[in-house]
């Protein structure tokens, strides 16, 4: 490797690390209100991922719709006894992204709003003699260093930059996630709909989690996810993709990454560092959704970057998990429960889909996915979900 070169003269505002929708969003945002950013990213590096964001983000992000590869209209739970339960969206769909292409674009945004982009891997971290942080990272030409006033960690699950800095981080739960990107089924007699997205509630599919089959027009991720050890991704996705029908489409790639299942307590370093997206554990849990909490955790975390950068007071680094668990903590919580009871054994699984047929469970569900908050058109519906999900906690409903 060649010698380390010197700190750059330069003294950025913030670098963040990691270009996915989380660090891209912070990078933007932070750019557009005229601060010296730096966006540091491993080049060629795609997430596994099911791709489906909700409409409130096009909105909420300024993200055009011609991003979207596809616009989901129904979803089919499929139990283990192979019992399948449409759930049609009124009024409404899942958009869906292809992330080689979406998170460039993200990038590309957030440089062209003047933030500086550069490809490179993470090292770590220093402090030059005033005790200003220096970001150590390597690329091409060697070890590289940087002079920066603050950090945002948004390298994903197993981030180095949380290992530097947050104690505790490296204990963060997760789930192993493993997808593949195939051609699109164009048989009319396969039972494929490029306008729903199928998920497996399954335990030979997947033991703690589920497996599912997500339409991007003329490509389909395929993919399952699981937190036991030794259990095979790969031979899951092998009986998914045969179960699906779709053994005989074209693997066009191969992914795999950990998705977090808990947020983090602690999301700063109470000097000039915070994390945001997967790096603060900020993935739903039970449905695994999180392009959307990613970009909201990189939007917060710039706004509490740019706070502490106008105030020099690291407090308002603890803005960035304050707000973001009081906006969604409560239903962190609620989907963290109803993940470690309904996906336990697949006679809870049976039950679970069961309830997916349920008018005021569908209704609810996709009003939450989409807008990301409480229902209050039909509160009745809430009370009726409340002792129709009662009854099968308890097994007072038959399956």
Request: overall charge positive; proline content about 5%.
């Amino acid at each position: 490797m060649a010698e380390a070169k010197a700190v750059t003269q330069d003294t950025y505002d913030a670098v963040v690390v990691g270009g996915g929708p989380s660090g891209a969003t912070a990078a933007d945002d932070l750019a557009r209100a005229g601060h010296k950013v730096l966006l540091l990213d491993r080049a060629g590096r795609i997430k596994p991922c099911g791709g489906a964001i909700p409409p409130i983000l096009l909105s909420e992000f300024d993200i055009p719709e011609s991003l979207l590869v596809a616009r989901v209209n129904k979803a089919r739970m499929i139990s283990p006894a192979d019992n399948k339960v449409g759930m049609p969206i009124d009024n409404g769909f899942v958009g869906m992204v292809d992330r080689e292409h979406f998170d460039e674009w993200l990038r590309v945004r957030a440089a062209d709003h003047g933030a500086e982009r550069r490809s490179g891997r993470f090292r770590s971290l220093l402090r030059d003699d005033d005790g200003t942080a220096i970001v150590v990272y390597t690329d091409a030409d060697g070890e590289q260093r940087l002079r920066t006033r603050s950090v945002i960690g948004a390298d994903g699950a197993r981030s180095a930059v949380a290992r530097e800095a947050i104690p505790g981080s490296e204990n963060m739960p997760y789930v192993a996630a493993y997808h593949e990107i195939v051609s699109s089924p164009t048989d009319p007699d396969a039972d494929f709909d490029p306008a729903r997205c199928d998920v497996y509630y399954r335990g030979s599919l997947s033991p703690d989690f589920y497996a599912w089959v997500f339409p991007h027009g003329d490509t389909t991720s395929v993919g399952v996810g699981s937190a036991e050890k030794g259990f095979s991704l790969r031979r899951a996705v092998d009986d998914l993709r045969e179960v699906a029908g779709l053994e005989g489409s074209t693997t066009i790639r191969r992914e795999g990454a950990p998705i977090p299942l808990k947020p983090l307590k602690r999301w700063d370093n109470g000097r000039d560092l915070v994390l945001a997206g997967d790096a603060a554990g900020i993935v739903a849990p039970a449905s695994g959704e999180g392009i959307y909490y990613a970009m909201l955790g990189g939007r917060l975390a710039a706004e509490a970057v740019g706070e502490y950068l106008l105030t020099g007071n690291p407090k308002a680094l603890k803005l960035a998990r304050k707000r973001f668990m009081r906006s969604h903590g409560r239903v962190f919580f609620i989907l963290g429960i109803m993940q470690k009871f309904w996906y336990s054994s697949d006679k809870r699984r049976e039950r679970f889909v069961k309830i997916c047929a349920d008018e005021d469970v569908q209704y609810l569900t996709w009003q939450a996915y989409m807008y990301k908050k409480l229902v209050r058109a039909k509160p009745i519906a809430h009370v009726r979900i409340f002792f129709k999900d009662l009854g099968h906690l308890l097994g007072l409903v038959r399956a």
